[in-house]
């Protein structure tokens, strides 16, 4: 099955696709060559919009915070690494030879910035509405009806709990680190505001393992 199958849409102008799955590695972006990094551009913020306008319109009982906390939840790079290996976006992507060695067609960073690209493409070929029909699609479970709004980011909240409190900024540190890619508990890491060690967490990533340091820290300080 073509790309253009799996996502249900037919371009005018099949030179953009192929511009929003070339990566700058793939040594085309050079002398002059381009790559799919202002595409990326693009389409961050048309499915910044098209995923605010859709949240807004399913779930009116919502608050502002809660739009903005599941907005994020959907859009970060993780989320859409994910979306993208549900149709193996991956496979179409033009890398370099180092990336290629390298798996960069594994890695969240670069199948969420091609998903982005490809829905840049998508809104220059075709508007806003196939892109609207696309997020419909992705994020059905979050865009039905009854759907619980996702929780504030634990970074985030720790964030904002050090800033009122502290009047500071936290910062955070790889205390271990395993090395093995496939360990659920490669990294642990620790929550620090001004020197002082407040929260520690353990997980397969360094993001997941400082989501569970703010947790950590925010339980000990009765903020959960």
């Not at 659920?184 to 353990?202: C, D, M, N, Q």
């Amino acid at each position: 099955m073509s790309l253009e199958e799996v996502l249900a849409y037919r371009f005018r102008n099949p030179e953009l696709l192929e511009l929003s799955l070339t990566h700058r590695s793939s040594g085309q972006s050079g002398d002059g060559g381009l790559s799919n990094e202002r595409l990326e551009y693009l389409g961050d913020a048309v499915l910044d919009l098209v995923v605010a306008h859709e949240l807004f319109s399913a779930h009116p009982d919502w608050s502002e915070g809660e739009l903005t906390w599941t907005r994020a939840a959907l859009v970060n790079a993780r989320a859409l690494a994910q979306c993208a290996r549900g149709f193996e976006l991956g496979v179409h992507v033009r890398l370099g030879k180092s990336e290629r060695q390298g798996k960069g067609a594994e890695k969240d960073s670069i199948l969420a910035n091609v998903l982005e690209a490809v829905v840049g493409a998508i809104y220059l070929d075709g508007g806003l509405d196939p892109v609207r029909d696309l997020v419909r699609r992705w994020f059905a479970e979050a865009l039905a009806e009854g759907a619980a709004p996702r929780e504030r980011d634990p970074k985030m909240r720790f964030q904002e709990w050090v800033h009122r409190r502290y009047r500071s900024t936290p910062t955070w540190r790889v205390l271990q680190d395993s090395g093995d890619e496939r360990d659920p508990e490669r990294f642990t890491s620790a929550a620090i505001v001004k020197g002082l060690i407040l929260g520690r967490g353990v997980g397969g990533t360094k993001r997941a393992a400082e989501r569970a340091a703010a947790l950590d820290a925010l339980s000990k300080e009765h903020e959960v």
